[in-house]
């Protein structure tokens, strides 16, 4: 991807995978972690967007991340960039509606 992105599309995309050990700084870096983990949330679910809404992510969110607590730490990471959490569910959820549509 390198001459194809700016260096900080690359850092965000570097910075989402934990493994890299590159931490996420900015913005976009934030985003993405956050978008990536909302979406697996979503589609790890036995329903279809259509069926979910801003309060059945929010307790599904919960019963994940007993076991997982990297899912609510990266999502939560929405409001490290300015958007409150339940606009940031319906945001995901309006996307993946879209998607599937």
Known sequence: MKGKLPERCIHAIRA????????????LDKALIASDSLAN?????????????????????ESVSLKKPWFKNNIWQCEEFGVRL????????????????
Do not use: Q
């Open 16 to 27: 989402h995978d934990n493994r890299t050990g590159l931490k996420a700084e900015s913005k």
């Open 41 to 61: 949330l979503i589609e790890k679910m036995d329903k279809t967007a259509n069926e979910l809404n801003v309060t059945t992510l929010r307790v599904e969110l």
């Open 86 to 101: 339940d606009d940031f569910l319906r945001l995901g959820l309006n996307f993946m509606k879209e998607k599937r549509a």
